[in-house]
Nanobody
Framework: QVQLVESGGGSVQSGGSLRLSCVASGLIYSTHSMGWFRQAPGKEREGVANISIAGNTNYEDSVMGRFTISRDNAKNTLYLQMNNLKPEDTAMYYC????????????WGQGTQVTVSS
């Protein structure tokens, strides 16, 4: 059974930092591309960042230069370092996994809440 468990969310003031973690189990982590997504109340879920099995990364425009996605295959763990947080970053953050050859993220975590106050 595949499980993705996020942690690291919390409440910070604008300009602060948080680091999210996502520990994966039940899958061959090194064969899965990983991503971070977020959903704010009343808004659709959006992709924040993703990382391939080779370590190539992509970011949503609004987080470029502020967020960094990384992975540690030895620990089956995905990270999202978030710096210079803004109130508009407030959302539930989810990690997700897909087979490297697939376009669909099949596995999802339960989410961790990030709240940024001005």
């Amino acid at each position: 059974q595949v499980q993705l468990v996020e942690s690291g969310g919390g409440s910070v003031q604008s300009g602060g930092s948080l680091r999210l973690s996502c520990v994966a189990s039940g899958l061959i982590y090194s064969t899965h591309s990983m991503g971070w997504f977020r959903q704010a109340p009343g808004k659709e879920r959006e992709g924040v960042a993703n990382i391939s099995i080779a370590g190539n990364t992509n970011y949503e425009d609004s987080v470029m230069g502020r967020f960094t996605i990384s992975r540690d295959n030895a620990k089956n763990t995905l990270y999202l370092q978030m710096n210079n947080l803004k109130p508009e970053d407030t959302a539930m953050y989810y990690c997700a996994a897909r087979k490297f050859y697939s376009s669909d993220f099949r596995y999802w975590g339960q989410g961790t809440q990030v709240t940024v106050s001005s």
